[in-house]
């Protein structure tokens, strides 16, 4: 198993430029998430979805956009990229009800908007 | 929806002493409280959690309290040791219904030991 995929690993954008970020696992989990983290500001929650074709915002879900056609593949969309979503991205996924299972967190995607 | 506090933001300790990192919840609902250590450029990975039926659960040299009453839980780490030098964040989540696909994570702590 490679667990959870995010690539690329790194990543610069022109503001107004769009992009998406890739998230991969092989684990068969229903639940994905993606989480963006900032200096001082933990991990925030931007989308999430609980099986293939259900998705729904989190926190801090503007700018961007995702989709869940396939159980194992959930991707992060920048509309158009802003110096605000230079961040860190993390994807995440768990087989069901993250109480009992815990996140399985990628590697990271860290994005610099100019 | 739920709000995690962390307290302190830095903490620095000698090799050896304990280290103390708290917070706060403010959903009563919530009953699942992970910490998660991030070493720099690394992945978080989960460390210990702790269930609302559980007060207290220890794994070797860290713990974790839970006092469900206050809305309050700890992580508690000892003799210290340099590579548990990281940044630490506690979460919380449910069980069951409401926001049980998510974590809301407190802010995180820079946890420095030093030799």
């Known amino acids: 198993n490679a667990g959870v995929t995010q690539t690329p690993k790194f990543q610069v954008l022109k503001t107004g430029q769009s992009m998406t970020l890739q998230c991969a696992q092989d684990?068969?989990?229903?639940?994905m998430s993606w989480y963006r983290q900032d200096p001082g500001m933990g991990l925030r929650l931007i989308h999430y979805?609980?099986?293939?074709?259900?998705?729904d915002q989190g926190e801090v879900p503007n700018g961007y956009n995702v989709s869940r056609s396939t159980t194992e593949d959930f991707p992060l969309r920048l509309l158009s990229a802003a110096p605000s979503q230079t961040s860190v991205y993390f994807c995440?996924?768990?087989?069901?009800?993250?109480?009992?299972?815990?996140?399985?967190f990628g590697s990271g995607t860290r994005l610099t908007v100019v | 929806g739920e709000n995690v506090e962390q307290h302190p933001s830095t903490l620095s300790v000698q090799e050896g002493d304990s280290a103390v990192i708290k917070c706060t919840y403010s959903?009563?609902?919530?009953?699942?409280f992970p910490w998660y250590k991030q070493e720099l450029g690394k992945r978080p990975q989960l460390i210990i959690d702790?269930?609302?039926?559980?007060g207290e659960k220890k794994d070797q040299r860290i713990a974790v309290t839970l006092n469900k009453t206050a809305k309050h839980f700890s992580l508690h780490i000892t003799e210290t040791q340099p590579e548990d030098s990281a940044v630490y964040f506690c979460?919380?989540?449910?069980?069951?219904?409401?926001?049980?696909?998510?974590?809301?994570f407190g802010k995180g702590t820079l946890l420095t030991v030093n030799p």
């Open positions: 995440a996924s768990s087989p069901g009800t993250v109480g009992f299972y815990g996140y399985t």
């Open positions: 684990m068969n989990h229903e639940y």
């Open positions: 979805s609980v099986g293939a074709g259900i998705t």
């Open positions: 959903d009563s609902a919530s009953n699942y």
């Open positions: 702790i269930r609302s039926n559980v």
């Open positions: 979460a919380a989540s449910m069980l069951s219904g409401g926001s049980n696909y998510k974590l809301t």
